[in-house]
């Protein structure tokens, strides 16, 4: 019996204490409240217009991207002059012009490799590798800049400098992070340029390469896959190669002309 009295006591006690602290826990805050009050309203405003700009600055980039996208897939669009050929200066104009208009936004990197290519069908080669200068200097994805190295070694090819094609391609090839179908394309342009060039040893040293390419399951299960198609035209070009001149067969010789028939004599 006593020792129920005591815990009861002793319980009356803690909820007296407990009731105590959070009594003066609440007339601080309120102390708190009333002093501060007006920082306190300030901020509250101020973290709801920062969460309202950052949401209006986060529509506004998603309007202005679909806006761009719009623009550059429009600007990329062939345009055709007299006879319906490609009018080569025009498309370049429209990109350009796109360009110009959106500066920053990502769909500019694709429009810029675009406008690189249509240079190079115009054999403007010095205005290509401008563009690709640019994009060289720019944050791009990793296959964006493989594709690069491997439109800039057919663009040297084009533009008559084999030697530095030759270097770009095997470049190219040695890029280790680079998926296979890629360095399976830049051993077949080496090997290719290199037979042009009567270098047989390299010649067949990257188109060999190319062959020996590894295939995922997913490349052999896809006849279109970039792989087979470069592994095809290498073993191709190395049976070519490799398969002897057959001497020409001598000729035969030429038949006697018909001897010319004399007029009998009368």
């Known amino acids: 019996m006593t020792k129920d009295i005591t815990k009861g006591k002793n319980k009356k006690a803690i909820d007296a204490e407990i009731t105590s602290t959070v009594f003066d826990d609440f007339e601080k805050f309120e102390f708190f409240f009333v002093t501060y009050w007006k920082q306190i309203i300030y901020l509250c405003v101020a973290i709801i217009l920062g969460v309202a700009a950052v949401g209006s600055y986060m529509a506004w980039q998603k309007i202005a991207a679909n806006n761009a996208a719009g623009v550059f897939a429009d600007a990329q669009k062939p345009v055709t002059g007299k006879d319906n050929a490609p009018d080569y200066k025009a498309m370049a104009e429209k990109i350009l012009l796109a360009i110009k208009q959106y500066p920053s936004e990502p769909a ?12 190079i069908h115009d054999k ?15 944050k791009l994805p990793e296959e964006m800049r ?5 439109d800039e070694a057919y ?4 533009w008559g400098k084999p030697d530095q094609a030759i270097a770009k391609f095997v470049e190219a090839s040695n890029d280790l992070f680079s998926p296979e179908d890629f360095r399976c394309e830049a051993n077949f342009g080496a090997g290719r340029l290199y037979l042009q060039n009567g270098d047989k040893a390299n010649a067949e ?5 190319a062959v020996n390419a590894k295939m995922t399951v997913s490349d052999m299960q896809q006849p279109e896959s970039g792989i087979i198609f470069w592994q095809t035209q290498a073993k191709f070009t190395l049976n070519r190669m490799n398969t002897p001149v057959q001497a020409a067969a001598p000729a035969a010789p030429a038949a006697k002309a018909p001897a010319a028939k004399t007029a009998p004599k009368k």
């Open 155 to 158: 663009a040297l090819e084009l």
């Open 124 to 138: 403007s080669f010095d205005k290509a590798f401008e563009q690709y200068k640019i994009l060289a200097a720019s």
């Open 108 to 119: 500019t990197l694709g429009a810029r490799l675009r406008l690189a290519r249509i240079y």
């Open 146 to 150: 493989w594709r690069i190295c491997l």
């Open 205 to 209: 040293k990257y188109l060999t390469k």
